[in-house]
């Protein structure tokens, strides 16, 4: 399947008036359904995605929400969403789409890089910002993601000076680009070559952080 049907956003919607086991149970044939439906275009877009990426695999994140240390204790979530890993230790970078009525959305980058991956992105900027800044300032960059998000320290980072040029990057403890999507966009006949096309226009910023995060601070590659 090619496309995503209204019926997985109108069953999202009643999910999300009828958050609980007992509806949710009578209600299972008819989630397996729409479950059905995004298994199959995520693995679409997975076909689409080999053409010009390697990916390692597709998966289908789970509607059960994991309550044990939340004081949100809905048992579901009102999103169906996806994930793409690539493949090998250079490639780097992952690919996420959201699909929730009213609130749909791709997106891709660095959720929670560990510490040795955070500063050799925080030293590569501090020795040279341009390429990243060329990235993000790309016509193509800005009209599909518009800036560059993530969270980040309120001033510098332990090792690095606040007064660096580069500090607006070098602050940053995700890098994360977003693109949203209209619920009649998701629907649409298109979508899978739009969302396809966005994940290509995520690739310069995943070339960069991948040739950062696998070489060290000479350039070198980094063997284990």
């Known amino acids: ?33 729409q479950q059905a439906h995004m298994k199959a275009f995520g ?29 949100n204790k809905l048992p579901y979530k009102k999103n169906m969403s996806g994930s793409m890993s690539r493949a090998t ?32 992105i925080r030293t590569e900027i501090e020795a040279d910002d341009q390429p990243l800044r060329t ?12 800036v560059l998000q993530g969270e980040g320290v309120k001033t510098a980072p332990k090792g690095f000076s606040k007064e660096h040029p580069a500090i607006d990057l070098k602050r940053k403890k995700q890098f994360i680009v977003t693109r949203k999507f209209s ?4 629907t649409s006949g298109n979508f899978l070559s739009e969302l396809d096309q966005t994940f290509r226009n995520m690739r310069p910023f995943f070339d960069y952080m991948s ?12 063997e284990d």
């Not at 997975?46 to 939340?70: G, N």
């Open 1 to 33: 399947m090619n496309t995503i049907p209204q019926s997985v956003l109108d069953f999202l919607k009643e999910i999300e008036l009828n958050n609980n086991r007992v509806w949710f149970n009578e209600n299972k044939l008819r989630y397996q359904e």
């Open 43 to 71: 693995e679409a877009l997975l076909d689409e995605m080999s053409h010009h990426d390697h990916i390692e695999r597709f998966k289908l994140l789970r509607i059960y929400r994991d309550v044990r240390f939340s004081k």
């Open 89 to 120: 230790k250079w490639l780097r970078g992952g690919y996420y789409f959201h699909i929730e009525p009213g609130n749909s959305f791709a997106a891709g980058g660095f959720w929670s890089p560990n510490s040795a991956d955070l500063k050799r």
């Open 135 to 146: 990235i993000i300032a790309d016509p193509i960059f800005q009209k599909t993601f518009g």
């Open 183 to 186: 619920d009649k966009e998701v």
């Open 211 to 222: 040739e950062v995060l696998t070489t060290d601070a000479n350039g070198i590659p980094i």
